[in-house]
């Protein structure tokens, strides 16, 4: 059964987790839509030449295959999941369901052929609670690690706190309905 593990950075700021989860995977994957938000451009310095972009709504399979020629470059074990958030992804008609759906889609291709062992991120709405979500679905390993207060940004661009039972929820939560599960 895949572990979801539920941490938070001492500083409420999302710089520091940013750069953390960046320095402690293989690589980072970003998914977005707008490649130019102050996140995405902290997110491509933090990682560097570790750092892949796959543009959400692509066609799945051929973003497989993208996803996977850059886990079998960088040898990855550990990704790192960042992207844009539902307060930039609502500006193009993206909701969590549809954006935990691509990113399901996307890694249920490579996953057979290219296993990890732990997928991370910060942990926020759109497309970091994505990729905890589909990893767990997939059954591997998950780990959000967050600003403190386990805070995430709304569509509407404020932030809230969390408890870990609650990011723990959204993502088990995601998964059933990412996979068409009951429950």
Excluded: C
């Amino acid at each position: 059964m895949a572990v979801i593990t539920v941490q938070a950075d001492p500083s409420r700021h999302y710089k520091p987790r940013t750069l953390i989860n960046a320095k402690q995977s293989d690589l980072t994957l970003a998914l977005a839509k707008d490649y130019n938000t102050a996140g995405e451009r902290l997110t491509y310095a933090a990682s560097m030449h570790r750092h892949a972009r796959i543009t959400l709504g692509d066609d799945p399979l051929a973003s497989a295959r993208m996803l996977y020629r850059y886990l079998r470059q960088h040898r990855v074990s550990t990704l790192n999941i960042a992207g844009n958030g539902l307060a930039t992804l609502s500006r193009y008609r993206w909701d969590q369901a549809m954006v935990n759906a691509w990113t399901f889609e996307v890694l249920a291709h490579v996953l057979p052929h290219w296993p990890l062992t732990l997928i991370r991120s910060g942990g926020q709405t759109g497309a970091d609670m994505a990729g905890l979500v589909a990893g767990h679905a997939l059954g591997i390993d998950v780990l959000a690690y967050m600003p403190a207060g386990y805070r995430q940004r709304a569509s509407d661009g404020s932030d809230y706190n969390n408890t870990p039972a609650q990011i723990e929820q959204q993502i088990r939560d995601g998964a059933r309905r990412a996979t068409g599960r009951p429950g």
